[in-house]
């Protein structure tokens, strides 16, 4: 989280995505070469971090553009009052804790030697562009510019040894039991709509043009969420309340909370809450339909959509081997 903040404050970029891990597949690639980019993909945790995270950066420096996820479980207060996310206030201030690190983590990179699953000769014969153990090993890791690279899943996209949400297993338990970004919320959160409006005002101050989205669920993820009658009643209030914000406000807002909307499959999404690259290039030309001002900042969508007809072997992929 305060990595991304502190590269957003160093790199001063014209195009910021903004959001949890559910934006991080946002590519510069998808922009012109001209316009500078950055994911800030986990720069926030929950809603009252986005004001926050814009008052925290100087005056002097403003995006023109910021593509905003607003993670679904943001609205629910069942999830607002149990959520274990870190405080922004704290993280801004705060060194990283590298003591802890090490001594949380050498743990379980022994373990994970021992039980076979990387060997000391993948470290030293390592490319030169990979850094840390993660990237290393499994090509896991943040890319320059700052979107997440899941190396891993999807170098074998159906082999659930490289996938904990297999057909998506994980996402279905979760929804079972209300847990884990999943409780059960039966209206839309007033206190997060009020932390929304408040980014939404500091944006307009400062001449920040906001775009933002639902982020999209595979589809049998959200059918599944269907099936639990009321458990989910908050979830589909969300569009109709953030629409009328967004509009009172001048910005733009998309519900990409199915997939399928998309003209995507659920092969096209990394786990049951996490769209591939491909499904988020989808969203940026979605975007620019609907909002023709956005092409100025654009790849031309002649060529963005010829390199999403090309790339038919892998589901997941578009930019293939681009770090």
């Given at each position: 989280?305060?990595?991304?903040?502190?590269?957003?404050?160093?790199?001063?970029?014209?195009?910021?995505?903004?959001?949890?891990?559910?934006?991080?597949?946002?590519?510069?690639?998808?922009?012109?070469?001209?316009?500078?980019?950055?994911?800030?993909?986990?720069?926030?945790?929950?809603?009252?971090?986005?004001?926050?995270?814009?008052?925290?950066?100087?005056?002097?420096?403003?995006p023109e553009l910021i593509l905003l996820g607003l993670d679904h479980n943001f609205f629910n207060d069942s999830w607002i009052k149990s959520a274990e996310v870190a405080d922004f206030d704290q993280m801004k201030h705060s060194d990283i804790k590298r003591r802890e690190i090490l001594i949380t983590k050498w743990k379980k990179i022994y373990e994970d030697y021992c039980k076979g699953k990387f060997q000391f000769r993948t470290l030293m014969h390592r490319r030169d562009n990979f850094f840390g153990l993660n990237a290393v090993v499994k090509h896991n890791g943040f890319r320059n510019d700052g979107s997440y690279m899941y190396?891993?899943?999807?170098?074998?996209?159906?082999?659930?040894?490289?996938?904990?949400?297999?057909?998506?297993?994980?996402?279905?338990?979760?929804?079972?039991?209300?847990?884990?970004?999943?409780?059960?919320?039966?209206?839309?959160?007033?206190?997060?709509?009020?932390?929304?409006?408040?980014?939404?005002?500091?944006?307009?101050?400062?001449?920040?043009?906001?775009?933002?989205?639902?982020?999209?669920?595979?589809?049998?993820?959200?059918?599944?969420?269907?099936?639990?009658?009321?458990?989910?009643?908050?979830?589909?209030?969300?569009?109709?309340?953030?629409?009328?914000?967004?509009?009172?406000?001048?910005?733009?807002?998309?519900?990409?909370?199915?997939?399928?909307?998309?003209?995507?499959?659920?092969?096209?999404?990394?786990?049951?809450?996490?769209?591939?690259?491909?499904?988020?290039?989808?969203?940026?030309?979605?975007?620019?339909?609907?909002?023709?001002?956005?092409?100025?900042?654009?790849?031309?969508?002649?060529?963005?959509?010829?390199?999403?007809?090309?790339?038919?072997?892998?589901?997941?992929?578009?930019?293939?081997?681009?770090?």
């Amino acid at each position: 989280m305060r990595l991304k903040w502190l590269a957003v404050k160093e790199r001063k970029p014209k195009i910021v995505a903004l959001g949890t891990s559910r934006v991080m597949q946002f590519r510069k690639e998808f922009f012109k070469s001209s316009i500078s980019f950055y994911n800030a993909g986990g720069g926030i945790g929950k809603m009252s971090d986005l004001k926050k995270f814009i008052m925290g950066i100087s005056s002097d420096y403003n995006p023109e553009l910021i593509l905003l996820g607003l993670d679904h479980n943001f609205f629910n207060d069942s999830w607002i009052k149990s959520a274990e996310v870190a405080d922004f206030d704290q993280m801004k201030h705060s060194d990283i804790k590298r003591r802890e690190i090490l001594i949380t983590k050498w743990k379980k990179i022994y373990e994970d030697y021992c039980k076979g699953k990387f060997q000391f000769r993948t470290l030293m014969h390592r490319r030169d562009n990979f850094f840390g153990l993660n990237a290393v090993v499994k090509h896991n890791g943040f890319r320059n510019d700052g979107s997440y690279m899941y190396g891993y899943r999807i170098k074998a996209p159906n082999d659930p040894n490289c996938n904990e949400d297999y057909n998506f297993s994980d996402t279905f338990e979760r929804i079972k039991r209300g847990k884990r970004r999943f409780e059960y919320g039966n209206k839309v959160s007033n206190k997060a709509v009020s932390e929304m409006e408040a980014f939404l005002k500091c944006c307009r101050d400062r001449g920040i043009y906001v775009c933002a989205f639902l982020p999209p669920y595979a589809h049998a993820v959200l059918e599944r969420m269907r099936s639990m009658g009321e458990n989910y009643a908050y979830v589909w209030e969300i569009a109709g309340v953030v629409n009328t914000i967004f509009t009172r406000y001048g910005f733009s807002f998309w519900d990409f909370s199915d997939i399928a909307s998309l003209g995507a499959r659920d092969e096209e999404a990394i786990d049951g809450f996490h769209g591939s690259e491909k499904v988020y290039l989808r969203m940026w030309l979605k975007m620019q339909e609907d909002n023709p001002q956005l092409s100025n900042y654009s790849v031309a969508t002649e060529t963005l959509w010829k390199l999403i007809s090309q790339h038919t072997t892998n589901p997941l992929v578009v930019f293939a081997d681009k770090y």
